[in-house]
């Protein structure tokens, strides 16, 4: 009872600290992100600490941006997405204050009384879907799915249609691999397709193709562009962008569904720098962020960010776009078909 009351009371407080700082998301000598009487509470607090999943080499120089802007000294600690579930999960149990704010696809996934409701100002700006009824997470980064190949190894003209085509090509027996929790791509195909289908499309590509499952999407990435593996029956989408980008020879394509998860944002409701962590929340939501974070071929969920490169919005146009969010209960469903179907333990 003292915990709930306690955590009832933190998300209260977190509410009421909006309503404190309710200035206009434009300022005369600043990004149009900063709130000024939210950012002087946040200097007085002088610091940061981010949970994220996106590599350092995207990361820490988004994360300098906030720190030139605002003076707050910003602490980035990266994992993977499971293992950030893992840790926040230990941490907040334990009550302990370590962490002010995380993004990760796993956001949405985290108990709700973990994150802090909140309503930034720069949320008004993203795409519906982007954004939690219940204001405790937001979409950062959209993570579109699609396979993924090696160009050395695969023609294009070769490359299936659909999913049914997969199982066709004997060839790639081995040499085709996914992540091993992909399991939003895997309700995105069951909605797609219907129970009886997507089961019958799985079983008959991994009884042909043997596809080895992974551990992380941009490792998969990386190695789809060495030719470790020729092919990913599916990836995030920008992840191969960014492989492309760095010259790598690998490239995607789209197929239907065309499943859509987002890299989300969520301030702990135990966080030790509550006003730097709110700040924080309406940055990454901002244009200059969203426009920033695109350089290195990730996707926006403002509508007002163009993709990069350009052509991805527009193939990704007449697709079958498919949003899967999962709570906690249902990811842990859709694991559990998925490692069935994969034959994991």
Known sequence: MLR???LASLAALAVATWAKFPAAAQTPHGPSWIVPDLLQAAKAEGALTVYGSMNEQEALP???VFEDATGVKVSYVRSSDTQIMARVEIENRARQRTWDVALTTTVPQLPQQYLAPFNPPEAKGLMAQACDPNQRWYGVYANYNAPAYNTKFVNK???PKSYDDFAAHKEWNGKIAIDGTDNEWLAALFSYYGEAHARAVVKTI??????VTTNGHLALARSVGSGEYWLALNNFLNLTVNVKMSGAPTDYWLLNPVALIFGSVGVNVLAPHPHAAQLAENFVLSRQAQV????????PTRPDVPTNPPDVGEML???KIVPV???GTDQRKWQKTYNELFGRG
């Open 206 to 211: 991994v009884a042909a193709l043997n596809p």
């Open 292 to 299: 920033f974070i695109t350089r290195k071929g990730r996707f």
């Open 62 to 64: 988004l994360w300098k």
């Open 325 to 327: 969010l999962l709570n």
């Open 157 to 159: 003209a070769d490359l």
């Open 4 to 6: 709930g009351l306690a």
């Open 317 to 319: 146009k007449p697709m």
